[in-house]
């Protein structure tokens, strides 16, 4: 380890520190985002930059996945056969655990860092961030985001996991690193791209779009037209030739009459490109894109749908893409990071930190995708049949809607309170 010199040591001892990065600056080949040099790029990244449809479809899925509706955390106890009233004690004893990574959640910004995280891992096939400590090389300070293209697992003869190479070299320890791949299948843990099934795609629409629409409209508004001079038999320099000929093809390109005291056949040639053909196959190669990311259509902008086909393709999509999404995630960050940050805190305030009683669960919002407008009708059809249900059980209709509960003890003490106005006459009077 590098010597810092014995005034940055002090400074750490008495007033704490933050552990440098493992991986520096310098040391990554750094791809800018102002760059435009695609042909240097990785190969799914360019297509990420670059393909519209693939960067909606990726944005989409991480969107609807990790930020829509949000998580929470819960503890839970590691026996779950205890009483209730000691389960009750046991959370109350430990709710520290709970506001401690609360907060190293808030630090870390880890919605955002969820965000990032399905983004790379579906470009990339994995996401990896190095976890940068405290000088007490436990707690976590804060995350850095690595190159994916550049991380690799590194496992022993016995396909256990001993650390991270990074270019092929060891750098990281099995326990330095956040880590998600996406899609493995085998033990090496390497995860796949989702842009890979749909790269000679990315391809084709990008030569349609960036080559044959630009073609077309150079040479859409007027037709192609050929020269034939005759100079065989009179005295004309080459010089005079060549710069009579030239001046015919730019008159030409120009849309421009030009004049010449020779004789010259003019051919023009009419084109028709089918138009119609090349959007048809765009939508085609569109909807590839969408099939392989499983986004529903309207999402997208790309199909006008009701209600109910809406509804129908949402839930769909959170209990299928998106469930898998969130799972995944559930599961590596309570492996990866809430149990370290949960004998961290256990140790801090000298508790057992070998045995946890507690557990950090992530615990993900529900997606709600009941529409509103729909339910609403339904809860006035029933009123308008005479069914006093939802009269006698207002909190029923409230969870239909979805509304917030409190509003309705807010109403109902404000009527109590006005109808208590209303009596105070009556009672004057008796």
Known sequence: MEWKGLRHYANILLHGGVNEPLLKYDQVRQTPSSSKNYESMHEYYRHYRRDEMVRRCTNTNAYFATMTAGFETEL????PDLPEEQKEQLLEEYAFIKEFVDQKNKDVN????????QVKRSVY????????????????????SLPSKDIKPDLNDNWELIGYKLNNK??????ELLYFPNLVLEADMIGL????????????????IKQDFKETAHR?????????????????????????????????????GFAVNEKINVHVVSITPNITGLVEMLNKLEEAIMRQYGVPKFLLGKEIVNRATAYAELEAYADGVLANIQRFFKRELERQWYD????VALKKHGKDYQNPPVVVKHKWNKIRTADIYQMATAVANLYAQGLGLLADDQETCYDMLG?????????QEQEQQRLKEMLKPEQKQA
């Open 193 to 208: 791209s989702d842009v890979e099934p749909v790269a000679d795609i990315c391809e084709a629409r990008h030569d349609i």
């Open 110 to 117: 880890m919605d955002q860092t969820l965000f990032v995280s």
């Open 340 to 343: 370290r940050l949960t004998k």
């Open 403 to 411: 509304l917030d509960k409190d509003r309705l003890k807010e109403i």
């Open 125 to 144: 096939g994995n996401a990896s961030w190095e976890i940068i400590f405290k000088s007490d090389a436990e707690t976590p300070d804060w995350l850095l």
């Open 76 to 79: 839970e106890p590691t026996d």
């Open 220 to 256: 859409l508004w007027a037709p192609y037209v050929g020269f034939e001079f005759d100079f065989s038999g009179k005295r004309y320099s080459k010089e005079y030739q060549t710069t009579t000929m030239q001046n015919a093809i730019d008159a030409a390109k120009a849309g421009k």
């Open 170 to 175: 060891p750098k990281y320890g099995p326990t």
